[in-house]
Every structure is written in C-alpha cells, then in structure tokens.
C-alpha cells in the first residue's frame, strides 16, 4: 500500500454506489415509525417521485414482494440483505435502467442509491444528489447545523453519504494477505467487506470497499479518497498476480476454469463463484477474450435466488443442471 501515484485499473472494479442516508424531519425514525405512519409515507414518497423528470420509479410495496424476488434483487445488489428481510412497513422506488433507486424504511427512512458497472462514482454522485435536491426541494430533512444528516447509525452522520466500489482481489486473497489489507485501508478511514456488505462474505473473491467516516468530510473529497484508496489496493493486487500468474503454472487453472464452464452439465453455486473468480482473472490479464459486464452479468444470472425466479420449485440438482445450461449458453454462444 506504499505506492502513492497508483493508477486504477478498471478491469478489477465490477462495480459503484452511492448511496445516501435520508431522515424526514416530521417522521420518528424508522424504529419508532408506528405503521399508521410508514404508510402516510410510503404514499408520499410514491407520489412526489411519480413526478421526477429524469427518470420513471416503479413501486415496490415490500409486503407484495415474495423472499425469492427480494433475495434477486439482494443478489443483484438492488437492496441491502437487511431490506430483503423487510416487513410491510417498507418499499423499494426502483428506477427502469435499475441505476436509481430508493429503500423506504430500512434502517433510515430513505437509502437513496445509484449504482453503475465499472468506475464511475462521480457520475453516480451527480445521479444520486440530482435526486437528493429533488426530495429535499419538497420535504424537510432532519438535519443538524453541527451534525449534519441526522441517521440512525451515528457513523453516517454527516454527510449521509457511503460510497464503495466492488473489486475484483483473487491474488491477494489467495495468497491471504486480504487480512493485512483491511487493518491497513481502516486506519485511512476505509472498510473492506465481503460481496453483500456488512457482516457478509467475500464470494468469489469480490469485496466492497467504502468509507467509513462521513462527518467531517464533503462528498467529494470522500470520493476522491475512496477512489485513491482503491487504486493502492489495486496496484498491490496487479503485483500479487504477477508473481503468482506469470507463468504457465499459474495460468492453467485459469484456463482450466474456462474449460469446465463451457462444458460443465451440473454446477453449484459454490463452485461456479469459484470457476467465475478464475475465469475473470484470465479476462483482466488478456489470456481469455470475453466481455466482462457480460461476465458480470452472468454471474448475477446464476445466483440461486435468481435461478428461483424461473423455477421456484425445483430442487438443488435441477438448479445445478440449469445453471450450468445457462452458462453453456452464455460462454459458447
């Protein structure tokens, strides 16, 4: 982490968010909100942005929303594991590309998010604060001249802002120095965490990295501090894969890995993140020619709660047979 001019490399990040944390001033929060009250709101919200101009919500009441959809839509990164639990006090505002959305009573009233492929958390920021000074020109927030944002959580006071970015780490994982990484990213104001968040795991190598602190900084010198942070943290990465991948050795599993996907008849979930990270990784070092949002893409698709959605009464093995169809499809077609 000593490089001080590291240059990003785009082809290990496979995603961004902003996401923004939102009190209404005339409602208690969301832990004390009687039900009477998260409907008055629910109604609310729905209507003031049914009039957005610069993009079209569609309404999720998150009492009509079944586990198997919410788990898809956790699974694409859409809403928190937490929200995916919610009850019938909650709502998701999704937008129709899916970059702009709204969590209604999560742990705050409002989570507002916009999400992207690849590097972009400065295209996010103006997505998210366009939508924010929208809400903001027609409610009042709770907001303190020395606190700023009022949250739930004391760590999102402030600015209410979380940026992360989702990276791409085999080597360093492998070579298990992803626990190092962490102690020293959070002494700068950074956290590392597994593929959903918060008290998650690093599935197929893929971790979120955000900041931590929001009160006392703008939102834009947490973006560029984040974004430095995650250039370091991919310059250590790009020096990891040339000692461990150079040579004909290391490649081999990962042209191995593309060999079992293309041709593989049943999978499961566990191997198939595994075969995913390695196949990437071949991507990223130009040994394997495939497009990575479409990678990225599959990966999704494979998810078990999104394999539900097409057959929710199928057992694991006609799960396994299908995913591994999917993929067959994907890869070779």
């Excluded at 009477?36 to 309404?59: I, Q, S």
């Excluded at 020395?146 to 085999?170: D, E, F, Q, W």
């Excluded at 050795?249 to 996907?261: C, P, S, T, V, W």
């Excluded at 057992?315 to 299908?322: E, F, H, I, N, S």
Aim: aromatic content about 6%; overall charge negative; some cysteine.
């Amino acid at each position: 982490m000593s490089e001080n001019n590291a240059a990003l490399d785009p082809r290990m990040v496979v995603s961004s968010r902003i996401r923004l944390a939102r009190n209404l001033k005339k409602y208690p929060f969301p832990s004390r909100l009687s039900a009477e009250g998260a409907r008055e709101m629910k109604n609310e919200l729905h209507g003031l942005l049914a009039e957005y101009p610069h993009e079209t919500f569609d309404f999720l009441d998150m009492k009509n929303v079944t586990s198997v959809q919410a788990g898809a839509m956790m699974e694409e990164h859409l809403i928190s594991p937490e929200f995916a639990r919610a009850s019938e006090r909650s709502a998701l505002l999704l937008g129709r590309n899916k970059t702009l959305s709204v969590m209604i009573n999560e742990e705050d009233h409002l989570r507002i998010q916009a999400m992207a492929s690849g590097s972009c958390l400065k295209d996010l920021y103006e997505q998210v604060n366009g939508l924010d000074d929208y809400i903001s020109d027609r409610v009042e927030y709770a907001f303190s001249e020395k606190y700023g944002y009022l949250t739930s959580c004391p760590t999102n006071l402030g600015t209410g802002m979380r940026a992360s970015v989702m990276i791409h780490l085999p080597a360093l994982t492998r070579r298990g120095l992803i626990d190092r990484l962490v102690d020293s990213v959070s002494q700068l104001g950074v956290t590392v965490r597994g593929l959903y968040g918060e008290g998650s795991r690093a599935e197929a190598c893929l971790y979120q990295v955000s900041n931590s602190v929001s009160l006392g900084m703008s939102e834009e010198e947490i973006i560029t501090l984040l974004d430095r942070i995650v250039a370091k943290i991919c310059a250590s990465e790009k020096k990891a894969r040339e000692q461990a991948y150079s040579d004909l050795r290391g490649q081999d599993e990962l042209f191995r890995a593309y060999g079992i996907l293309k041709e593989c008849r049943m999978i499961s979930s566990s191997e198939f993140r595994k075969l995913y990270s390695n196949l990437r990784l071949a991507v990223e070092l130009d040994l394997i020619s495939l497009d990575l949002r479409e990678l990225d893409h599959l990966f999704s698709e494979c998810q078990p709660y999104n394999l539900m959605l097409v057959g929710e009464s199928e057992g694991d093995a006609q799960r396994d047979v299908r995913r591994a169809a999917l993929i067959r499809q994907r890869l070779n077609g």
